[in-house]
């Protein structure tokens, strides 16, 4: 059975064509066995948990990243060029940048500007935009219709930095329209689109940095309930 350093599949579990990316593993583990039928866990290393199972009939993968680029990218990256995924879907918590938008609204990411240097590992010779695919998006928008979920569509930041030293750096992104902040989609995105595959971004609204509102843990968890059942739809 072939491994990577950080994804070791074990008793032959099979890891799907579709992927949802938690950043944190233990809600990895909450949605394989509350969404997903004949589960099997297929990654224990670092505790980064990974499951296969089915929803509607559906192969299903989940598998936490951890937090940050980094991190996702390194996942992604195995994901893609080692286990053969060809969709991969980041769910996961942001922070409102924009007045019109609610706690525990959705997010989708169509595109992800960053504060990061990810890129600079493509040598391009100039400044490259990462989006999501196009396909998985129109497909998330029409079920968030269907589920008469709340969402947003538009540009992200993916920041390096959850604790900036600059208070002024979030109005600025602010002007230019971004409507939350997280930290791994560009990273996913960039991965994707070098390899020829299809990502896509979807966050539950945590927090807010306009209205200085926040949600405990045990909130959050309530609350992703929408934005899950909408990934796992993608499958």
């Known amino acids: 059975m072939i491994s990577t350093p950080h994804i070791k599949p074990v008793n032959n579990v099979n890891i799907a ?17 509350t969404y997903l ?56 918590s942001c922070g409102a940048m924009q007045d019109n938008i609610n706690l525990y609204d959705v997010i989708f990411a169509q ?18 935009t990462p989006i999501a695919s196009y396909h998985l998006l129109e497909k998330a928008v029409q079920q968030a219709r269907d589920n008469y979920t709340t969402f947003h569509v538009g540009n992200v930041l993916s920041s390096d930095i959850f604790y900036n030293a600059d ?46 509102e926040v949600t405990t843990p045990e909130e959050r968890e309530r609350a992703f309930t929408d934005m899950i059942e909408i990934a796992l739809s993608l499958a």
């Open 17 to 33: 064509e579709t992927v949802l990316l938690p950043g944190d593993p233990l809600r990895a583990k909450f949605m394989a066995e």
């Open 37 to 92: 039928e004949d589960v099997q866990q297929f990654n224990m290393i670092r505790n980064m948990f990974g499951y296969t199972g089915f929803y509607k009939c559906k192969e299903v993968s989940v598998m936490g990243t951890g937090m940050g680029m980094p991190s996702i990218g390194i996942y992604s990256y195995e994901l893609i060029h080692t286990f053969g995924c060809k969709r991969l879907i980041r769910v996961g």
């Open 111 to 128: 595109g992800a500007s960053t504060d990061s240097n990810y890129v600079n590992q493509y040598q391009l010779p100039a400044h490259f």
């Open 167 to 212: 208070e002024t750096a979030s109005k600025h992104w602010m002007h230019m329209g971004i409507l939350g902040v997280e930290m791994e989609s560009a990273a996913l995105y960039m991965n994707a689109s070098y390899a020829g595959v299809e990502a896509l971004g979807m966050f539950t609204v945590s927090d807010h940095l306009i209205r200085n």
